[in-house]
């Protein structure tokens, strides 16, 4: 399966299929200097493919985790780049989750004021969410993602057979963002996994997750209006994911309960029920508020949050801090669950 997704300067490929990371050289221009992003999470069989597709492959491999999402590991891409005499017609290749497309996306665009750059997402979660729109970014000061650049790949490419290696808590946080974006923009694919739809059947689980997000980003490449409805989850995830033990498909699951309603909230919780993902978290709303006030979408007069009142469909609402602080308590006093 084979689209592609429209920046303002160029339109880069997108290829789901199976074995294809056999056939990267077949999308990617390798025949360069290739720094080879990874971390002690992937199998080392998969940087070792991608390496063998390279006229002149260097290999660096990260440790796995959120933490590695640094200045320091940011430092240490570009210094490694420096020291293979890297130039501007190499390139950067992620082969990992979102964290490892995060940090070599911002090393690509940071070095030498930008070099090509290739995404290869080995999770669910990274596969239909971070692989493309072109964020890059690291954790600076305690904040997620608070400093980094637009900058698209030139290609991604997902081989659903690296799904296999997964555990199923990881797999069930790709069903999270997959939940998340039906939710928000499109009830016939949520209907869709809710009649069973799963990582079972990986090529059309990602494209219609893609194919969301792909309209989304094309629409708002640099999230000025419609993009930031994508944030559905992560308002509150974000804070949950700072001050718990849950990963990060898993924070979402449960930040998406404090802004859906109605009818729209028990089938969503329903189902994340059903792929085993928390609908409650026991951070306590006073830690929650004091991380929320320092994330990147916090505003001097609120906190813009995305709700769901209706699958499919989504709305964009400021809310005051006062009226933050009611969700969160309120939310808590429930139990916070569904």
């Given at each position: ?30 025949e360069r200097r290739v720094l080879v992003v990874t971390d002690d999470g992937v199998p080392e069989a998969y940087a070792e493919r991608v390496a063998a597709q390279c006229r002149e492959p260097v290999v660096v491999r990260l440790p796995q985790g959120e933490a590695t999402k640094t200045l ?10 420096l020291d293979h005499h890297f130039d501007r017609k190499d390139c950067v290749v992620a082969v990992g989750g979102g964290v490892m497309g995060d940090l070599a996306g911002f090393a690509a665009a940071s070095y030498m004021r930008g070099v090509d750059f290739y995404n290869v997402p080995t ?216």
């Amino acid at each position: 399966m084979k689209f592609s997704v429209k920046t303002r300067d160029f339109t880069y490929p997108i290829v789901v299929e199976q074995g294809a990371l056999e056939r990267l050289d077949g999308v990617c221009d390798l025949e360069r200097r290739v720094l080879v992003v990874t971390d002690d999470g992937v199998p080392e069989a998969y940087a070792e493919r991608v390496a063998a597709q390279c006229r002149e492959p260097v290999v660096v491999r990260l440790p796995q985790g959120e933490a590695t999402k640094t200045l320091e590991s940011w430092a240490r891409l570009l210094q490694t780049l420096l020291d293979h005499h890297f130039d501007r017609k190499d390139c950067v290749v992620a082969v990992g989750g979102g964290v490892m497309g995060d940090l070599a996306g911002f090393a690509a665009a940071s070095y030498m004021r930008g070099v090509d750059f290739y995404n290869v997402p080995t999770t669910l979660l990274s596969q239909v969410d971070s692989s493309i729109g072109g964020k890059t970014a690291v954790d600076f000061g305690g904040v997620k993602n608070s400093v980094g650049a637009f900058y698209p790949p030139r290609a991604v490419v997902i081989d659903p057979q690296t799904l296999k290696t997964l555990d199923a808590r990881q797999v069930a946080c790709g069903m999270a963002e997959t939940i998340k974006m039906a939710a928000a923009f499109d009830a016939d694919f949520f209907t869709a996994i809710e009649a069973g739809l799963s990582a079972d059947d990986a090529e059309a689980l990602i494209a219609g997750a893609l194919r969301i997000k792909r309209a989304v980003v094309e629409a708002d490449e640099t999230e000025k209006g419609l993009r930031r409805a994508l944030n559905f989850g992560h308002t509150v995830g974000h804070a949950i994911e700072a001050n718990s033990a849950l990963l990060h498909g898993e924070s979402i699951a449960a930040g998406m309960l404090y802004f859906a309603s109605g009818e729209a909230r028990e089938r969503i919780a329903a189902l994340l029920r059903r792929e085993k993902l928390p609908t409650e978290t026991d951070v306590a709303p006073k830690r929650l508020m004091e991380t929320l006030l320092h994330d990147k979408k916090a505003e001097a007069d609120g906190v813009v949050v995305v709700r769901v009142d209706e699958i499919g469909t989504h709305r964009l609402e400021k809310l005051s801090q006062e009226a933050l602080w009611d969700v969160l308590t309120q939310h808590a006093s429930k139990g916070g669950r569904s």
